[in-house]
């Protein structure tokens, strides 16, 4: 079956503009997580949802970033005034039920700001 | 404060030969460690688990131990093949918040032919 999709796979934008990057999980998966993975190093927890509420958002850098997932299946991740820093390849993962069930992620969205 | 680490960032072994990458861990609260496979351009892909009840999981040729004392998982290849080569992160989930799993930052993996 279909795995995680994300869209874009690139998105090049310019310091302060605001971008979306979108998720669309596995088919029946409840639970939705977003990482983020800089140059050499691992994926890095940003958010999790278990349906369409946000049970963790400990991850998320600062108010700049935010993500929504408003019927439970499709999530997008909104970074406003972007920075340099914000550089990276953002991974989106689902999981069946959530808790230690494994995770499956889609490609990313390597995310370039100039 | 890294909590997984990895500390050999590269690893290079012949075909038919055993691999053995290595994790260790700082907090003891973990209760559930996974190995992920990426390969260049793609997201990382679940390889194995093992929870804490248990010492040593296997799949295929696949087996990941355990040492809690030592805070320290290691994932074993047997035998390695060209197609394993990839990068590997070993992850850790925190015994009351499995949702928010910590990752190393990989090790390379390659498999000479």
């Known amino acids: 079956g279909a795995g995680v999709s994300q869209t874009p796979s690139n998105k090049v934008t310019e310091k302060g503009k605001y971008v979306e990057l979108r998720c669309d999980p596995i088919s029946g998966h409840t639970a939705l997580y977003w990482y983020r993975q800089s140059l050499g190093q691992g994926p890095e927890f940003l958010i999790y949802?278990?349906?369409?509420?946000?049970?963790?958002d400990s991850g998320l850098p600062n108010d700049r970033f935010f993500a929504v997932r408003p019927e439970g299946s499709v999530s997008t991740l909104k970074i406003q005034r972007t920075e340099r820093g914000d550089s990276a390849v953002y991974l989106c993962a689902s999981s069946l039920t959530g808790g230690n069930s494994p995770l499956h992620f889609g490609n990313g969205t390597r995310l370039t700001v100039t | 404060d890294q909590q997984v680490k990895q500390n050999s960032p590269s690893l290079s072994v012949q075909e038919g030969r055993i691999s053995i990458l290595n994790c260790d861990y700082t907090n003891s609260m973990f209760d559930y460690f996974l190995w992920y496979k990426k390969y260049p351009a793609e997201g990382p892909t679940f390889l194995i688990s093992?929870?804490?009840?248990?010492d040593k999981n296997e799949d295929g040729r696949f087996t990941v131990f355990l040492n809690k004392s030592a805070k320290h998982l290691s994932l074993h290849i047997v035998p390695s093949q060209p197609g394993d080569s990839a990068v590997y992160f070993c992850a850790a989930g925190d015994l009351y918040n499995f949702n928010k799993f910590y990752f190393g930052s990989g090790t390379k993996l390659n498999v000479k032919p």
């Open positions: 949802f278990q349906g369409t509420g946000a049970a963790d």
């Open positions: 093992i929870s804490s009840i248990k």
